[in-house]
């Protein structure tokens, strides 16, 4: 397992995600604890971007609950369909949102949240959790960000 993670100086967000998807992959291969892997991801995506918040959504039941995160307190539960990370659910696509309150229905766990990405992941063929990423301006995510992070998401998803 890796100690560190290389972050390159002065790259662009699009090569910072070349550098550290494999990084990542390499640093979840042969851990087997799914909580150690997700909080090891948030941490990097939040050193890598410094991102507002950034962490993981675990689908129990009739509900997501929140998992490992970097970032301020945050919501503990959501239901199916309910803010960004509930649609992301319901929907099984990625929701990309560059104005959290032009979404209807947006739960706000912190006033400081402007825009956010919300991802799925899947096992047998159902959402088991989702990676939420907020940021503190507006417009802070494009679709080099979706793509990405959904590369990531197929990584997270081998550690199901």
């Given at each position: 397992?890796?100690?560190?993670?290389?972050?390159?100086?002065?790259?662009?967000?699009?090569?910072?995600?070349?550098?550290?998807?494999?990084?990542?992959?390499?640093?979840?291969?042969?851990?087997?604890?799914?909580?150690?892997?997700?909080?090891?991801?948030?941490?990097?995506?939040?050193?890598?971007?410094?991102?507002?918040?950034?962490?993981?959504?675990?689908?129990?039941?009739?509900?997501?609950?929140?998992?490992?995160?970097?970032?301020?307190?945050?919501?503990?539960?959501?239901?199916?369909?309910?803010?960004?990370?509930?649609?992301?659910?319901?929907?099984?696509?990625?929701?990309?949102?560059?104005?959290?309150?032009?979404?209807?229905?947006?739960?706000?766990?912190?006033?400081?949240?402007?825009?956010?990405?919300?991802?799925?992941?899947?096992?047998?063929?159902?959402?088991?959790l989702v990676l939420d990423i907020d940021s503190d301006q507006l417009n802070d995510?494009?679709?080099?960000?979706?793509?990405?992070?959904?590369?990531?998401?197929?990584?997270?998803?081998?550690?199901?």
């Amino acid at each position: 397992m890796a100690e560190s993670i290389y972050l390159p100086e002065n790259a662009s967000k699009v090569e910072k995600y070349e550098v550290i998807l494999p990084q990542i992959e390499a640093l979840v291969s042969g851990e087997e604890d799914l909580v150690a892997n997700l909080a090891n991801i948030s941490a990097v995506l939040k050193e890598a971007f410094g991102f507002f918040w950034v962490g993981f959504y675990l689908v129990k039941g009739e509900q997501l609950v929140l998992g490992p995160f970097q970032g301020p307190i945050a919501c503990t539960r959501i239901a199916k369909g309910k803010g960004v990370c509930g649609a992301a659910w319901a929907e099984g696509k990625t929701q990309l949102v560059p104005d959290v309150e032009a979404f209807p229905g947006h739960i706000a766990c912190s006033s400081a949240s402007k825009s956010e990405i919300v991802l799925p992941a899947f096992k047998e063929g159902h959402v088991a959790l989702v990676l939420d990423i907020d940021s503190d301006q507006l417009n802070d995510f494009d679709q080099s960000d979706a793509e990405k992070l959904e590369k990531l998401m197929m990584i997270v998803e081998q550690c199901l």
